[in-house]
């Protein structure tokens, strides 16, 4: 699974990562059966493979409190609705 770095914030109260922007380092996995990794040897456009990605999280700040979508939902449940 390649791994692409990614650069946000990440928000303690509520544990979300908001990405800010993606950096273009990517880790390639190697494998060929990853349609990310430049060892995918297939070159049917319709092979099997699937193309596994993940976020390498780089933290930019860290914040104690929620993030603004969780504090409005957290508010709107307490208004009941
Ligand atoms: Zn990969
Ligand atoms: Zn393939
Ligand atoms: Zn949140």
């Known amino acids: 699974m390649c791994r692409y770095e990614v650069y946000g914030d990440l928000y303690q109260g509520c544990g979300c990562f908001k990405k800010s922007y993606y ?23 319709l092979c099997p493979c699937g193309a596994y990605a993940q ?18 939902d957290e508010f709107q449940r307490r208004v009941g609705r």
């Open 23 to 45: 950096s273009g380092e990517r880790t390639d996995c190697g494998k060929a059966d990853c349609r990310n990794s430049e060892k995918h040897t297939h070159r049917a456009p």
């Open 55 to 72: 976020d390498e999280k780089r933290i930019m700040n860290l914040f104690r409190f929620a993030c603004d979508d969780c504090k409005r």
